[in-house]
């Protein structure tokens, strides 16, 4: 069970910045260079700010060279995202440069005037190449040169070399709108983002059996559903895996209640349990007030794990309900996982164990078995003083599992951050046992743990009911839905327009509205950060909130609908041009779609799309406003531009999990 871990509540954001996952550095036919800090999210309210704005001088060692005008062969329009591309041509670049050197290329987004993505392998270069001889006098000359070696290609108009060696890169404004009118031709999937693995296990949400669904759990199956769906997206075999709590010494305790209470339980049936969360608070109170049922209880444990059929029979009902509960809210959520619990693993247990012992890992220390791990003062352990098997010993015969049957390349957790420290020792097990490679290589198969912080209400703490009990997923859903229902119901009516409207177009949209606020105002925010969770801001329409972005989104459809042209025959008969500021900047940023995918998958955070997604509204807002659209001279280049803008939000919302509105 990967439940909230009590620790997590003192986590400080120190402590939660140390638990991000290292930026994986892909090989060199990626062309990727990763964002230096993980633990920090940009504050941005505009363009996306790049690891460092472009380098420009006036110093006279500053040079500009078009290339628009040479021989250039055809790029292809959809083949990775516009940064893996560039990359590509700055490899070539590199190696006829230096030919003698192996160096990564590092291509940045640049938001400064000089350029639109800028090469930064200069100074890095000469680093390591002076006083060997070489031609170069210094960094800028090495950036004249990547400049001039860069292949003939329709993806660049232009480029300049300032400072240190900085490569200024402008783009094409007929291959950035050659690709945007290609995306519209053929979909969205032409953008998806190329990643290193074919396969990854997404291990997420994992609730306890014979517990209900709280607020504890919204971050994991919400996060881990974000990121499930943007490897799906950048075609990435996903198995989602629900590992729930379904053994253990619990059991033993809920069936001997059961049994006890409700002899004739297999005829009276699911009645007998009645709701779940009652029946396990009344069987653990018996089991913490008398010793001798506890006693009994703890037998009841041993005949379920040795296979005896009542108590076997017994535990698929409780399983049974627990999941249909569950059912419940993943249904609300839209979210598909699919259940391989603690039991399903239980049998490889011994096998796994026996692998590591013959290794020499395994040791005796105080009754238990444990794994001494350099770098933890504590071991840990494996074997219980009992003989019982516990959390890593489960955790350990899972990850074999995936490893050697499912063949997962890149095993994700998505837990509280307070689990790190279990996390960090069970994955240095694994490397100890030869079964994980050194991150330090930077090789697959890799294990990620992704820690995130505390869900708080308005008092800092953790968010409860006013009677202290943990607030219910499930009551949660429907107060997100109840509410923006209402708010809608009372927009409309004081506007006249409701008159527009069906039931059923006002249950989804509540529903879409409701549980989309839910989502984005956990998945905005750096995940390893505690967040406060507010009905009142997250439905809010103002500033950065779903309601805001659903808003955005409802009224770029209407500006098409009104328009009253057939968008499916403008996207193959029209053409888009970029020749407004506006235009363009918009247009830029669109096809930055990819490379943002792909690094909210590197670095595992849903917040950067957000982000993202948010600054598109923003952009889009300030072209509509700068360009007329219905009537204008450019209409079908603009409303193509509409069209765009609108498919892009409309992936960002499918990747974040909401679901996107057609009018509001």
Same mark, same amino acid.
């Given at each position: 069970?990967?439940?909230?871990?009590?620790?997590?509540?003192?986590?400080?954001?120190?402590?939660?910045?140390?638990?991000?996952?290292?930026?994986?550095?892909?090989?060199?036919?990626?062309?990727?260079?990763?964002?230096?800090?993980?633990?920090?999210?940009?504050?941005?309210?505009?363009?996306?700010?790049?690891?460092?704005?472009?380098?420009?001088?006036?110093?006279?060692?500053?040079?500009?060279?078009?290339?628009?005008?040479?021989?250039?062969?055809?790029?292809?329009?959809?083949?990775?995202?516009?940064?893996?591309?560039?990359?590509?041509?700055?490899?070539?670049?590199?190696?006829?440069?230096?030919?003698?050197?192996?160096?990564?290329?590092?291509?940045?987004?640049?938001?400064?005037?000089?350029?639109? =993505?800028?090469?930064?392998?200069?100074?890095?270069?000469?680093?390591?190449?002076?006083?060997?001889?070489?031609?170069?006098?210094?960094? &800028?000359?090495?950036?004249?040169?990547?400049?001039?070696?860069?292949?003939?290609?329709?993806?660049?108009?232009?480029?300049?070399?300032?400072?240190?060696?900085?490569?200024?890169?402008?783009?094409?404004?007929?291959?950035?709108?050659?690709?945007?009118?290609?995306?519209?031709?053929?979909?969205?999937?032409?953008?998806?983002?190329?990643?290193?693995?074919?396969?990854?296990?997404?291990?997420?949400?994992?609730?306890?059996?014979?517990?209900?669904?709280?607020?504890?759990?919204?971050?994991?199956?919400?996060?881990?559903?974000?990121?499930?769906?943007? +490897?799906?997206?950048?075609? !990435?075999?996903?198995?989602?895996?629900?590992?729930?709590?379904?053994?253990?010494?619990?059991?033993?305790?809920?069936? #001997?209640?059961?049994?006890?209470?409700?002899?004739?339980?297999?005829?009276?049936?699911?009645?007998?349990?009645?709701?779940?969360?009652?029946?396990?608070?009344?069987?653990?109170?018996?089991?913490?007030?008398?010793?001798?049922?506890?006693?009994?209880?703890?037998?009841?444990?041993?005949?379920?794990?040795?296979?005896?059929?009542?108590?076997?029979?017994?535990?698929?009902?409780?399983?049974?309900?627990?999941?249909? /509960?569950?059912?419940?809210?993943?249904?609300?959520? &839209?979210?598909?996982? @699919?259940?391989?619990?603690?039991?399903?693993?239980?049998?490889?247990?011994?096998?796994?164990?026996?692998?590591?012992?013959?290794?020499?890992?395994?040791?005796?220390? @105080?009754?238990?078995?444990?794994?001494?791990?350099?770098?933890?003062?504590?071991?840990?352990?494996?074997?219980?003083?009992?003989?019982?098997?516990?959390?890593?010993?489960?955790?350990?015969?899972?990850?074999?599992?995936?490893?050697?049957?499912?063949?997962?390349?890149?095993?994700?957790?998505?837990?509280?951050?307070?689990?790190? #420290?279990?996390?960090?020792? +069970?994955?240095?097990?694994?490397?100890?046992?030869?079964?994980?490679?050194?991150?330090?290589?930077?090789?697959?198969?890799?294990?990620?743990? !992704?820690?995130?912080?505390?869900?708080?209400?308005?008092?800092?703490?953790?968010?409860?009911?006013?009677? %202290? @009990? !943990?607030?219910?997923?499930?009551?949660?859903?429907?107060?997100?839905?109840?509410?923006?229902?209402?708010?809608?119901?009372?927009?409309?009516?004081?506007?006249?327009?409701?008159?527009?409207?069906?039931?059923?177009?006002?249950?989804?949209?509540?529903?879409?509205?409701?549980?989309?606020?839910?989502?984005?105002?956990?998945?905005? &925010?750096?995940?390893?950060? &505690?967040?406060?969770?507010?009905? /009142?801001?997250?439905?809010?329409?103002?500033?950065? %909130?779903?309601?805001?972005?659903?808003?955005?989104?409802?009224?770029?459809?209407?500006?098409?609908?009104?328009?009253?042209?057939? !968008?499916?025959?403008?996207?193959?008969?029209?053409?888009?041009?970029?020749?407004?500021?506006?235009?363009?900047?918009?247009?830029?940023?669109?096809?930055?779609?990819? /490379?943002?995918?792909?690094?909210?998958?590197?670095?595992?955070?849903?917040?950067?799309?957000? @982000? =993202?997604?948010?600054?598109?509204?923003?952009?889009?807002?300030?072209?509509?406003?700068?360009? #007329?659209?219905?009537?204008?001279?450019? /209409?079908?280049?603009?409303?193509?531009?509409?069209?765009?803008?609108?498919?892009?939000?409309?992936?960002? +919302?499918?990747?974040?999990?909401?679901?996107?509105?057609?009018?509001?």
């Amino acid at each position: 069970m990967r439940a909230l871990a009590a620790a997590a509540a003192t986590a400080t954001a120190t402590a939660a910045a140390a638990a991000a996952p290292s930026p994986a550095r892909f090989p060199l036919r990626l062309v990727v260079t990763p964002r230096a800090s993980l633990g920090h999210c940009r504050a941005s309210s505009s363009a996306r700010s790049p690891r460092r704005d472009c380098y420009a001088t006036t110093m006279g060692d500053e040079t500009s060279t078009s290339i628009a005008t040479q021989s250039q062969e055809p790029a292809a329009v959809g083949a990775g995202s516009v940064k893996q591309q560039l990359s590509k041509l700055v490899i070539a670049s590199l190696r006829t440069t230096v030919p003698e050197v192996e160096v990564d290329p590092m291509v940045e987004v640049c938001t400064a005037k000089f350029g639109d =993505y800028q090469c930064n392998n200069a100074m890095g270069l000469w680093s390591r190449i002076k006083g060997s001889g070489t031609s170069f006098k210094n960094p &800028n000359a090495i950036g004249q040169a990547i400049a001039k070696n860069l292949p003939p290609s329709d993806i660049i108009e232009s480029t300049s070399v300032a400072g240190p060696g900085f490569v200024n890169i402008v783009l094409s404004n007929s291959w950035v709108a050659k690709r945007i009118q290609d995306m519209l031709v053929n979909g969205i999937k032409t953008w998806a983002p190329i990643l290193p693995v074919k396969r990854a296990v997404l291990d997420f949400s994992s609730p306890n059996i014979a517990k209900e669904m709280h607020v504890g759990h919204l971050r994991s199956t919400i996060i881990g559903d974000t990121l499930a769906r943007m +490897f799906e997206f950048s075609n !990435v075999e996903v198995l989602r895996r629900n590992h729930v709590g379904d053994w253990g010494t619990q059991f033993g305790m809920l069936i #001997q209640y059961l049994f006890e209470k409700f002899p004739n339980w297999e005829e009276i049936g699911s009645q007998a349990i009645g709701d779940l969360q009652t029946f396990y608070k009344a069987s653990k109170n018996r089991f913490d007030g008398d010793a001798e049922f506890k006693d009994r209880a703890q037998q009841a444990v041993v005949r379920l794990q040795g296979g005896e059929e009542r108590y076997r029979a017994a535990w698929n009902k409780i399983c049974e309900i627990s999941r249909n /509960e569950f059912d419940m809210v993943y249904k609300l959520l &839209n979210v598909k996982l @699919e259940e391989k619990g603690e039991s399903f693993y239980n049998p490889f247990i011994p096998q796994v164990l026996e692998e590591l012992n013959n290794k020499g890992l395994i040791k005796e220390s @105080e009754g238990a078995k444990v794994i001494f791990i350099e770098g933890h003062q504590i071991p840990l352990i494996v074997v219980k003083r009992d003989g019982g098997f516990n959390y890593a010993s489960t955790d350990l015969a899972a990850l074999w599992y995936r490893l050697n049957v499912e063949k997962a390349e890149w095993i994700i957790y998505v837990t509280d951050v307070g689990q790190q #420290q279990h996390f960090d020792m +069970f994955f240095n097990a694994a490397r100890m046992a030869g079964w994980l490679p050194d991150p330090k290589e930077k090789k697959f198969p890799k294990t990620n743990h !992704v820690g995130f912080g505390l869900v708080l209400g308005s008092d800092g703490k953790r968010f409860r009911t006013r009677s %202290t @009990e !943990v607030v219910r997923l499930i009551e949660l859903l429907d107060e997100a839905k109840s509410r923006s229902k209402s708010e809608l119901l009372q927009r409309l009516t004081e506007n006249g327009k409701i008159v527009d409207w069906t039931e059923e177009e006002l249950e989804k949209t509540s529903e879409a509205v409701g549980y989309g606020a839910v989502k984005y105002a956990d998945l905005k &925010n750096n995940r390893l950060t &505690n967040y406060t969770f507010s009905f /009142e801001q997250m439905l809010s329409d103002k500033g950065n %909130t779903a309601v805001y972005l659903q808003y955005a989104h409802a009224r770029i459809c209407s500006i098409i609908r009104k328009s009253n042209k057939d !968008v499916e025959e403008l996207k193959m008969s029209g053409a888009i041009s970029l020749d407004h500021p506006d235009e363009r900047v918009l247009g830029l940023y669109l096809i930055r779609f990819a /490379e943002v995918v792909e690094e909210a998958c590197t670095n595992l955070l849903p917040n950067v799309l957000c @982000e =993202y997604l948010y600054n598109l509204s923003e952009m889009f807002t300030r072209f509509y406003t700068n360009c #007329q659209v219905v009537g204008s001279p450019e /209409e079908t280049s603009r409303l193509l531009l509409c069209q765009a803008t609108a498919v892009v939000m409309r992936q960002c +919302f499918e990747l974040l999990g909401i679901t996107p509105v057609y009018k509001l």
